[in-house]
């Protein structure tokens, strides 16, 4: 059973803008901190950003910060990931994910999505 759901994934010219949404269909959305990952062909998946539960306290990547903004809006069960001023290296299979902890790690994820495709063209 898929509990979280991507969508906003695309193809889309270096500069551009894309936004990602995760539908949660659990009902305990607002109980959880949410979070993105990444994977690029060939490389090993990687945390982009994340919302803590607790007081929506944002984490990203030093490679997304200033560019990337996480959001949730815990009425709609829903996670957004806003993704500005994209480039090449921004090309990958994008995974919404959540676990319990405050913090959001590989190591700690209880729920992943399917991921949704984002490839950024010159």
């Known amino acids: 059973q898929v509990r979280l759901l991507e969508s906003g994934g695309g193809l889309v010219q270096t500069g551009g803008s894309l936004r990602l949404s995760c539908v949660d269909s659990?009902?305990?959305?607002?109980?959880?901190?949410m979070g993105w990952f990444r994977q690029a062909p060939g490389k090993e998946r990687e945390f982009v950003a994340a919302?803590?539960?607790?007081?929506?306290?944002?984490t990203y990547a030093d490679s997304v910060k200033g560019r990337f903004t996480i959001s949730r809006d815990n009425a709609k069960n829903t996670l957004y990931l806003q993704m500005n001023n994209l480039n090449s290296e921004d090309t990958a299979v994008y995974y919404c994910?959540?676990?319990?902890?405050?913090?959001?790690?590989?190591?700690?994820?209880?729920?992943w999505g399917k991921g949704t495709l984002v490839t950024v063209s010159s």
């Open positions: 659990g009902q305990t959305f607002s109980y959880y901190t």
């Open positions: 994910a959540s676990g319990l902890q405050i913090g959001l790690s590989l190591k700690n994820v209880d729920y």
């Open positions: 919302i803590s539960w607790l007081r929506n306290e944002t």
